[in-house]
């Protein structure tokens, strides 16, 4: 009764060109592969042609989805190769590690003992932290001593690329070796404390497969297990003991295959496995003899599309150093490490930015995995890939853009479920800019990423469809919330997702929460988001009218309620307070109701006029009564001069004028009355009013754009614009002042940034 321990780094090609060898020559009658025992199930499918690497097998938390883990495969790692031979020699194939459920049973005790602790030794913690040793990667030892200053590339050098055919006794030989070495010196691994459990627990399966009269077994694990697996007979006593201290759970566990990218091949998970470059893996799979020469062809290819100038001349050239390099350091042909910097200093002409296209397109690559369709799944699952197959949208690692009519029933469905989607927190579209004009456009940016999958299956306790799914999620959070902006921001969702039962149940609550909420500022931000949703009723043929009525009592409330709200406000509420009368302006404007607007514009008038209000939001709204025709050029120039008179203090004036000017200069470049009132202003302050109040007037001014500020710099030469009217003669005749309008000049300047 034999058992051959072969360590392999995962996701290794020499590793698996080695493992498959070994099994060729042993036929054994059965074989171990590290893994959790829950995916004993998902094995039997490795070797289906519906199955394609790269994918994860999947662990998940069935009372709790958001607890997952992932094990990920490629077509190239050791522990697929050898489960397919396993289904392909019809032999027994078994995971060997500690089960998931368990794994996640002592991480939650090790929480609470860790938070016991903190609580009972409070103060004493961070000198004990300090003391605590910093472990790092074992194999790092063996290559700072051979000059590598990467543990990856001392191992991808001297096992994964140095593969012999008919040599791979001695490989796994001399990995035993290695990590032996380490593990009798004490070496300490990173997971030290987890590994004693699980490999205690992978030789009790070993001896249980024994028991069942195997004769010949093949153990695939990773290297640093391999030394602690020997000796079964010796260690069964002590790995009895461990196993025994294991705690009992009550976690079930739910498996199944899901697709994986190439870019996710590097992402931790499960058994701590990762590489940072699949897709030069999968080319060392598929072509073991390439000496780069293939390779460099490829990426002269890839710059050819992008439309770099590219010639063979450049490939033989870079092939010739990436040789030369590899000579010099001793490999036996040239590796990743070589070709890069063969690839960067001939194609690229030493630009690493361009060398990054390659490691994106290429290093790592945009390969997705597929599963098979009759794999178990959760109705949400199920639900979700018939709606995708059923809008032709393709689930791709790339990102891809799809510009949607929604006057077209397909691209109007396909908004719809990716609306959805988006409520469910699964975010595979991301809306972008739309060039064409008009609502019935829409521009979505579409990568889908694993991660994605198990918040899939997270949300499948909310409802067996996306539809049910989407809607009592957002129901959900709507329960749980008193803001009426907040559940106006989940209308504002749900109108394109067309959740019309959650719409109706959210503006219920938002009529209950508006008719007793004494907070006007709430009622302003809330309203913005509802009026906006009525760009979606031409298109989308959605039934408005609720919500335009909730609209409507709102902006009533507003009206009564603003002038009491602004009163006495800082100068930080009363920046919030400006923002929130513009945005509700123009959601008076989208509603087009004239009682309503006439009502709107004479709370305006109020705040002009009241006292206790803050002089930008009385600017503000004179401006927008101004630009409303409410207040002819008359009035306005009288409010203006009325804030700019000597006797308000001059930052008084200044915050009037913020308001009022804040978004366009435009009415200072053609009404010359209230460029004047304020050219006068400025020329009578003092020195020392003016360097307090430049801040505040350069703020104002820099937000005009450059052809505005051009133009009122060409103007300020001039200063005052004299005109037949009586208030511009008096001006010239008793104001003006042409030694201090001289010396203002490069200040004026300065405060419009022409200087």
């Not at 079964?232 to 006593?237: F, I």
């Not at 559940?487 to 007793?516: C, G, R």
Request: with cysteine; charged share 25%.
């Amino acid at each position: 009764m034999s058992v051959t321990i072969l360590g392999i780094r995962h996701h290794g090609v020499g590793s698996a060109k080695n493992v498959l060898e070994m099994l060729q020559k042993l036929q054994p009658d059965m074989v171990f592969v590290e893994g959790p025992p829950e995916l004993d199930v998902l094995s039997r499918w490795v070797g289906e042609k519906t199955l394609k690497p790269p994918i994860a097998a999947l662990c998940y938390d069935q009372d709790a989805p958001q607890r997952a883990v992932f094990y990920p495969y490629s077509e190239f790692s050791p522990e697929w190769q050898t489960i397919l031979y396993a289904n392909k020699q019809k032999i027994p194939v078994r995971m060997m590690d500690l089960p998931v459920a368990i794994s996640w049973e002592m991480a939650k005790l090790k929480t609470e003992k860790t938070q016991n602790k903190a609580q009972n030794t409070e103060g004493v913690g961070e000198e004990q932290e300090a003391a605590m040793p910093i472990h790092k990667d074992p194999i790092s030892y063996f290559a700072e001593i051979a000059g590598y200053s990467d543990s990856d590339m001392w191992w991808e050098h001297h096992f994964e690329q140095r593969y012999i055919a008919k040599s791979a006794e001695a490989h796994f030989e001399a990995v035993m070796l290695t990590m032996q070495t380490l593990r009798e010196e004490g070496t300490p691994s990173v997971l030290d404390e987890e590994n004693v459990y699980r490999e205690a627990y992978m030789g009790h399966l070993i001896r249980q497969a024994q028991r069942e009269m195997y004769q010949n077994i093949v153990v695939v694990c990773g290297a640093w297990h391999a030394p602690a697996l020997l000796n079964l007979e010796k260690t069964e006593a002590e790995h009895a003991k461990i196993v025994k201290k294991l705690p009992k759970t009550k976690i079930k566990v739910g498996t199944t295959w899901i697709p994986w990218t190439n870019d996710r091949l590097s992402f931790r998970s499960g058994y701590g496995a990762g590489i940072h470059s699949p897709g030069w893996y999968s080319h060392l799979w598929h072509h073991p003899k390439d000496n780069g020469a293939i390779w460099l062809a490829n990426v002269a290819r890839l710059f050819r599309k992008k439309k770099m100038d590219i010639s063979t001349a450049h490939v033989i050239e870079a092939l010739r150093l990436s040789e030369s390099l590899a000579s010099l350091r001793d490999l036996p042909k040239p590796s990743l490490w070589e070709l890069n910097e063969a690839t960067q200093t001939v194609m690229c002409m030493g630009d690493a930015i361009l060398l990054e296209l390659v490691k994106k397109e290429l290093i790592v690559g945009h390969a997705l995995g597929k599963v098979p369709s009759e794999l178990p799944k959760l109705p949400l699952q199920n639900d979700f890939e018939e709606l995708v197959r059923k809008l032709r949208l393709s689930q791709t690692a790339e990102k891809k853009d799809i510009e949607l009519d929604l006057r077209k029933d397909l691209d109007l469905n396909r908004s719809i479920f990716l609306y959805r989607l988006k409520i469910l927190n699964i975010e595979w579209g991301k809306q972008a800019y739309a060039r064409s004009k008009g609502t019935f456009k829409e521009v979505w940016t579409l990568a889908w990423s694993p991660e994605m999958l198990v918040n899939l299956i997270e949300k499948g306790i909310w409802g067996n469809t996306i539809i049910e799914a989407s809607s009592k999620f957002l129901l959900d959070k709507a329960a749980n919330s008193q803001s009426i902006s907040h559940l106006s921001d989940m209308i504002q969702q749900a109108i394109p997702a067309e959740l019309f039962e959650a719409i109706e149940v959210l503006l219920l609550k938002i009529n209950e929460l508006a008719t007793i909420s004494a907070d006007i500022m709430e009622l302003m931000a809330a309203i913005v988001p509802l009026a906006d949703v009525g760009r979606y009723g031409n298109v989308r043929k959605s039934d408005l009218t609720a919500i335009n009525a909730l609209v409507e009592g709102m902006i009533v409330r507003i009206s009564i309620g603003l002038p009491t709200a602004a009163y006495g406000l800082d100068d930080e509420a009363s920046q919030k307070m400006f923002d929130l009368i513009r945005k509700v302006n123009d959601s008076v404007r989208l509603v087009e109701n004239e009682a309503l607007t006439e009502m709107w514009f004479k709370t305006l008038a109020i705040l002009v006029d009241k006292e206790g209000i803050h002089p930008i939001v009385q600017g503000c709204t004179c401006r927008l009564l101004c630009d409303a025709k409410v207040l002819d050029t008359e009035g306005v120039s009288i409010k203006f001069g009325l804030a700019l008179s000597t006797g308000n203090a001059p930052d008084y004036s200044a915050g009037w004028i913020e308001g009022f000017l804040k978004g366009s200069g435009m009415i200072l470049l053609y009404d010359d009355t209230l460029w004047n009132l304020l050219y006068k202003w400025v020329s009578e302050l003092t020195d020392e009013a003016f360097m307090q109040l430049i801040p505040i007037l350069r703020r104002t001014f820099s937000k005009f754009d450059v052809g505005e500020r051009r133009h009122l710099g060409e103007k300020a030469k001039r200063g005052v614009v004299f005109a037949q009217n009586h208030i511009t003669q008096d001006l010239e005749n008793e104001y003006f002042n042409y030694e201090l309008a001289d010396k203002s000049l490069g200040l004026v300047a300065q405060l419009l940034g022409l200087v």
